[in-house]
């Protein structure tokens, strides 16, 4: 079974519709370095060739686009191979992911991808920076990491952090669930068509003319979408708690926020998830996620993934991540022992995991963006 299913779709004039699909439905097409590999060579040669007009990207199966990076297996090279920053596993995974995430958000052409379903972690990272994102009723978005000891990578440092009022920072501390209608608030989708409008999609985008200038091919994709627009209302709960979250997310501290979210009694049961979120979540993640914030500011995509890529091969040479991913994948008792509690987060420990584990001017990803 090939991890990625890639077809071309003709649509007239000599031109065609390229059509990449994750290709594990099982493990809601949760992201493999091969399908990494394979989609990456795959959108080069699309890129280059004319006579593709646009990419669609969609994961097998109506229950997820992608769930997120394959964790249980990199967490299984790690504990067979125990080494310090850098393992090679997690270089290579890593390294290769932020790049392929990095030339979506640089692709030259339309790139659609279809977020029905389940889109977390990883696969954010996939949809996040394609031209036109599209949603449906049944999307359910989310970074989770805190809850398996990573922390909001594939460029989440970067898109996340612009949203507004520390929206972004909320999300990475509690791993809050959106739906479309978040999404679209948050600049996380374009559009939202319904859930069975997949194929009618595809046949609106062969039937289309074309025009003559790729220039304008963008400009199509987004009256073409237009038009299909799903105006069935959704409530969005970021919407609703907008001016909570805020405030919450002003307390000033890391400590303080945590300490307002503790004690805030929630009725509404999607702000009790998120506080339930951060209270059993990874304080390293949390510690990290604030810091990220900081240093980030005003950095470019292609800096932030050099940072995430310190970070996550150096969280892959600690104990965090193979706990959280232990405690929710693999034993499933949802008890994870992280190794240091809220009160023993000091400067010196969350500044060392932004330590490079490489010779100057050695980095893996010291090329992207030149």
């Given at each position: 079974?090939?991890?990625?299913?890639?077809?071309?779709?003709?649509?007239?004039?000599?031109?065609?519709?390229?059509?990449?699909?994750?290709?594990?439905?099982?493990?809601?097409?949760?992201?493999?370095?091969?399908?990494?590999?394979?989609?990456?060579?795959?959108?080069?040669?699309?890129?280059?060739?004319?006579?593709?007009?646009?990419?669609?990207?969609?994961?097998?199966?109506?229950?997820?686009?992608?769930?997120?990076?394959?964790?249980?297996?990199?967490?299984?090279?790690?504990?067979?191979?125990?080494?310090?920053?850098?393992?090679?596993?997690?270089?290579?995974?890593?390294?290769?992911?932020?790049?392929?995430?990095?030339?979506?958000?640089?692709?030259?052409?339309?790139?659609?991808?279809?977020?029905?379903?389940?889109?977390?972690?990883?696969?954010?990272?996939?949809?996040?920076?394609?031209?036109?994102?599209?949603?449906?009723?049944?999307?359910?978005?989310?970074?989770?990491?805190?809850?398996?000891?990573?922390?909001p990578d594939v460029g989440g440092s970067w898109f996340l952090s612009r949203m507004p009022a520390r929206i972004g920072l909320y999300l990475a501390?509690?791993?809050?669930?959106?739906?479309?209608?978040?999404?679209?608030?948050?600049?996380?989708?374009?559009?939202?068509?319904?859930?069975?409008?997949?194929?009618?999609?595809?046949?609106?985008?062969?039937?289309?003319?074309?025009?003559?200038?790729?220039?304008?091919?963008?400009?199509?994709?987004?009256?073409?979408?237009g038009s299909m627009e799903d105006h069935t209302a959704l409530d969005s709960p970021v919407k609703r708690h907008f001016d909570t979250i805020r405030?919450?997310?002003?307390?000033?501290?890391?400590?303080?926020?945590?300490?307002?979210?503790?004690?805030?009694?929630?009725?509404?049961?999607?702000?009790?998830?998120?506080?339930?979120?951060?209270?059993?979540?990874?304080?390293?993640?949390?510690?990290?996620?604030?810091?990220?914030?900081?240093?980030?500011?005003?950095?470019?995509?292609?800096?932030?993934?050099?940072?995430?890529?310190?970070?996550?091969?150096?969280?892959?040479?600690?104990?965090?991540?193979?706990?959280?991913?232990?405690?929710?994948?693999?034993?499933?008792?949802?008890?994870?022992?992280?190794?240091?509690?809220?009160?023993?987060?000091?400067?010196?420990?969350?500044?060392?995991?932004?330590?490079?584990?490489?010779?100057?001017?050695?980095?893996?990803?010291?090329?992207?963006?030149?």
């Amino acid at each position: 079974m090939n991890p990625v299913e890639f077809a071309t779709l003709p649509c007239g004039q000599g031109h065609s519709v390229g059509l990449a699909t994750l290709n594990s439905e099982k493990t809601l097409n949760a992201l493999t370095l091969p399908m990494i590999r394979a989609l990456d060579a795959q959108l080069i040669a699309w890129e280059q060739d004319p006579s593709i007009v646009c990419v669609v990207l969609c994961g097998a199966g109506d229950k997820a686009f992608c769930a997120g990076g394959d964790v249980r297996a990199l967490r299984a090279a790690l504990v067979e191979d125990p080494r310090p920053a850098p393992h090679p596993v997690a270089q290579t995974f890593f390294s290769e992911e932020y790049t392929l995430d990095y030339r979506i958000h640089c692709y030259r052409k339309p790139l659609i991808v279809w977020g029905g379903g389940i889109v977390m972690g990883g696969g954010l990272g996939l949809m996040a920076g394609a031209s036109h994102r599209v949603l449906t009723g049944a999307s359910r978005i989310a970074m989770p990491e805190i809850t398996i000891g990573l922390y909001p990578d594939v460029g989440g440092s970067w898109f996340l952090s612009r949203m507004p009022a520390r929206i972004g920072l909320y999300l990475a501390l509690t791993g809050a669930p959106l739906n479309a209608a978040d999404a679209l608030l948050l600049n996380l989708g374009d559009h939202i068509l319904a859930p069975g409008a997949f194929e009618a999609m595809l046949d609106r985008l062969c039937d289309w003319h074309w025009p003559a200038d790729p220039r304008e091919h963008a400009t199509s994709v987004s009256q073409l979408l237009g038009s299909m627009e799903d105006h069935t209302a959704l409530d969005s709960p970021v919407k609703r708690h907008f001016d909570t979250i805020r405030r919450l997310m002003n307390q000033g501290s890391l400590t303080d926020v945590v300490h307002a979210i503790e004690c805030a009694a929630f009725d509404d049961p999607w702000l009790a998830r998120a506080r339930e979120g951060i209270l059993h979540g990874c304080p390293t993640t949390a510690a990290l996620s604030w810091e990220i914030e900081r240093r980030t500011a005003h950095q470019s995509l292609a800096d932030v993934l050099r940072m995430e890529l310190t970070l996550s091969v150096n969280i892959c040479a600690r104990t965090d991540f193979i706990e959280g991913v232990r405690a929710l994948l693999v034993d499933k008792d949802r008890q994870p022992k992280w190794s240091r509690g809220w009160g023993e987060l000091d400067h010196a420990w969350i500044d060392s995991h932004f330590d490079s584990p490489w010779p100057e001017g050695a980095h893996p990803l010291a090329g992207l963006g030149i």
